[in-house]
């Protein structure tokens, strides 16, 4: 099964302007059979999203993961629900991780909306059985976290509109034996996409795909080449406005 790890949704993230329908349009024309939904844990819980009990806020998370997962269901698309959650660093610099493996239930009872270190996140994930990675650890402007409280990370990220600096991140990787992981970080219709990982078809939960993560590296899909193609054209469009 050809999974995407990494897309966003409006407007459950405020940063993302991609539809529900776009998202299924673009994964099914490029032949991925499924996606992780990771939208955002961050300040948008706080002033974007229009409710206003940490239990609404939950339920609008989820409401959007629910409305996306019955329309691409019925179009041939698996979608998992995941999340990106913001950690607290000691320098305050920008520092993301990527986590599957949890439900609802999980949330009502784990407030992670601006409460956790890397450290602690680690400690909610292996208490709750989930599979956590950062998110592009070498991108610019933030922190790489700390390779023992991590499962894996992304050795190759292909959000254009970023320098990811995948070389790094691969490396990092292979020298701390964590598990490599590929996404697309989509979040707007005209992003390229081109990453994602191979997972095997009978994976139906988002347990069975933590566990299989926990223990497997994925076949991934990588083009560091057109990373830098996609990058460079960003670069010169905004130049050109
Ligand atoms: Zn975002
Ligand atoms: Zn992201």
């Given at each position: 099964?050809?999974?995407?790890?990494?897309?966003?949704?409006?407007v459950?993230?405020?940063c993302a302007?991609?539809?529900?329908?776009?998202?299924?349009?673009?994964?099914?024309?490029?032949?991925?059979?499924?996606?992780?939904?990771?939208n955002?844990?961050?300040?948008?819980?706080?002033?974007g999203?229009?409710?206003?009990?940490?239990?609404?806020?939950?339920?609008?998370f989820?409401?959007?993961?629910?409305?996306?997962?019955?329309?691409?269901?019925?179009?041939?698309?698996?979608?998992?629900?995941?999340?990106?959650?913001?950690?607290?660093?000691?320098?305050?610099?920008?520092?993301?991780?990527?986590?599957v493996?949890?439900?609802?239930e999980?949330?009502?009872?784990?407030?992670?909306?601006?409460?956790?270190t890397?450290?602690?996140l680690?400690?909610?994930?292996?208490?709750?059985?989930?599979?956590?990675?950062?998110?592009?650890?070498?991108?610019?402007?933030?922190?790489?976290?700390?390779?023992?409280?991590?499962?894996?990370?992304?050795?190759?990220?292909?959000?254009?509109?970023?320098?990811?600096?995948?070389?790094?991140?691969?490396?990092?990787?292979?020298?701390?034996?964590?598990?490599?992981?590929?996404?697309?970080?989509?979040?707007?219709?005209?992003?390229?996409?081109?990453?994602?990982?191979?997972?095997?078809?009978?994976?139906?939960?988002?347990?069975?795909?933590?566990?299989?993560?926990?223990?497997?590296?994925?076949?991934?899909?990588?083009?560091?080449?057109?990373c830098?193609?996609?990058?460079?054209?960003?670069?010169?469009?905004?130049?050109?406005?």
């Amino acid at each position: 099964m050809k999974l995407e790890t990494h897309c966003h949704s409006s407007v459950a993230s405020v940063c993302a302007d991609v539809t529900d329908e776009q998202i299924i349009n673009t994964y099914k024309s490029l032949g991925y059979d499924a996606i992780i939904l990771t939208n955002h844990i961050n300040w948008y819980w706080k002033e974007g999203y229009p409710r206003t009990s940490y239990k609404d806020k939950v339920d609008y998370f989820i409401n959007r993961y629910n409305q996306l997962k019955t329309l691409a269901n019925q179009k041939g698309l698996k979608v998992f629900l995941g999340a990106e959650v913001v950690t607290i660093t000691q320098s305050g610099v920008h520092q993301e991780f990527l986590i599957v493996g949890f439900d609802k239930e999980f949330l009502y009872s784990n407030d992670l909306v601006y409460t956790c270190t890397q450290t602690k996140l680690f400690e909610i994930a292996n208490q709750n059985g989930l599979f956590m990675w950062q998110s592009h650890p070498y991108r610019v402007g933030e922190e790489r976290g700390d390779p023992k409280y991590m499962h894996g990370a992304e050795a190759f990220n292909c959000h254009f509109h970023h320098d990811n600096n995948n070389p790094q991140a691969t490396e990092f990787c292979n020298e701390n034996s964590l598990i490599k992981m590929s996404g697309s970080d989509y979040h707007h219709g005209d992003q390229p996409v081109f990453a994602g990982i191979y997972i095997p078809d009978d994976i139906q939960t988002e347990k069975q795909l933590a566990n299989f993560l926990l223990a497997n590296q994925p076949r991934l899909i990588v083009d560091q080449e057109r990373c830098i193609i996609e990058r460079e054209k960003y670069i010169k469009s905004e130049k050109n406005l």
